[in-house]
């Protein structure tokens, strides 16, 4: 793998060097397949990098520990960003399987509420992970083990919603909050008006997919959206320091999300 890395190099039609780009696309397509062999292979490049770097040769940054198109908040501002919720499968009688958004006004409570939080998080972790850390399994583009993760309950039960820390939505017949203050932990929405099972899902997310269907668009997996970030960080970053044009046109970069290649 490691000779397969070095002897990566492409010049596009116009004599721009696009070996950067290919050299992430490869890391990209290993950390999506095999975990261990990714992180085998990345502790290895660091090991050579080191070498190279006492020797006075190029420092490849999406290699280090703590890549400088990673440092501080999205580049994204807090407009961009959609929130999305998706009922719970045990709170019936139907089951809604796509993701909803929420309209504006509730957009706009949510965001102000939480997203200062939700960005601080992101920041923590990112100081906390280097660059393609995150190992991603195999899911659909837009959905992944949500429903997995909350345990069936056969008691429903009422809400108790915190008027100061809690975000009412849907004209009060919900409310979201944060349970607990430990990093990352998701979002929950809960009825005010009548019992629930288990509370549904909420998610913040800049990056969506249009499935041209009823549904529209959907939030990818948290592991998707991880990996199209940090993507869109890194070109972004190649971009500006290498001064290159481009034509809307072009493929800038193809990157791997789970079995779907992604433009």
């Given at each position: ?5 070095f ?34 292979f ?7 990098q ?14 280090s ?93 009422w ?13 009060t ?18 009825p005010?008006?009548?019992r ?10 800049t ?45 800038l ?7 779907q290649?992604?433009?």
């Amino acid at each position: 793998m490691v000779e397969r890395y070095f002897s990566i190099h492409e010049v596009d039609k116009r004599g721009r060097s696009r070996t950067e780009v290919k050299k992430f696309e490869f890391l990209n397509l290993l950390r999506v397949k095999s975990k261990l062999l990714f992180e085998h292979f990345l502790n290895k490049m660091r090991i050579i990098q080191l070498r190279e770097e006492a020797w006075g040769r190029t420092n490849e940054e999406w290699l280090s520990e703590a890549p400088c198109y990673l440092r501080g908040g999205s580049e994204i501002g807090s407009g961009s960003k959609l929130w999305f919720y998706k009922k719970s499968p045990n709170n019936g009688p139907t089951v809604q399987n796509e993701w909803v958004r929420f309209c504006e006004s509730d957009r706009f409570k949510l965001e102000k509420k939480f997203g200062s939080v939700l960005e601080s998080e992101a920041e923590v972790e990112a100081e906390a992970q280097s660059s393609f850390t995150s190992s991603c399994s195999s899911d659909d583009e837009y959905d992944d083990s949500d429903n997995d993760k909350h345990k069936r309950k056969d008691q429903s039960v009422w809400a108790d919603p915190d008027l100061d820390n809690d975000v009412f939505v849907d004209q009060t017949r919900f409310f979201v909050s944060k349970p607990n203050s430990n990093i990352n932990s998701e979002l929950e929405m809960k009825p005010v008006y009548w019992r629930f099972k288990e509370p549904d899902f909420v998610r913040q997310t800049t990056w969506c997919v249009d499935t041209g269907k009823r549904e529209g668009l959907q939030p990818y997996s948290i592991e998707s959206g991880v990996i199209i970030e940090e993507a869109y960080r890194f070109l972004r970053w190649r971009l500006e320091n290498s001064n290159e044009l481009f034509d809307q046109s072009e493929n800038l970069m193809t990157i791997q999300i789970g079995e779907q290649a992604k433009r």
